[in-house]
């Protein structure tokens, strides 16, 4: 069994900062890909970043602005944002695929909410 508990959402003034942490626990390896999802009110679910097998990935609306980066020894995924824009604000989720049975896993979510 695997699970993600999410960290580090907030509420921050537009151009500001917020790093979210996702720490996975059970049986995770290196191969697993795992990602940050974002939810805002109304609208589906869309990706944000990926990291897998070494490889980053981001939706065209956060290029530039955010970071994706894991460390393996901690199990732990972490996404710094910056330059933050009131439609970043969401509920972030954390995600891990395991590649050895395909089975998707979620996080809370965390909430991150850019306003004046």
């Known amino acids: 069994q695997v699970q993600l508990v999410e960290s580090g959402g907030g509420l921050v003034q537009p151009g500001g900062s917020l790093r979210l942490s996702c720490e996975a626990s059970g049986s995770i390896f290196s191969i697993d890909p795992m990602g940050w999802y974002r939810q805002a009110p109304g609208k589906e679910r869309e990706l944000v970043a990926i990291?897998?097998?070494?490889?980053?990935n981001y939706a065209d609306s956060v290029k530039g602005r955010f970071t994706i980066s894991r460390d393996n020894a901690k199990n732990t995924v972490y996404l710094q944002m910056g330059s933050l824009k009131p439609e970043d604000t969401a509920v972030y989720y954390c995600?891990?695929?395991?590649?050895?049975?395909?089975?998707?896993?979620w996080g809370q979510g965390t909430q991150v909410t850019v306003s004046s």
């Open positions: 995600n891990l695929i395991k590649v050895a049975t395909g089975r998707r896993y």
């Open positions: 990291f897998s097998s070494g490889n980053r």
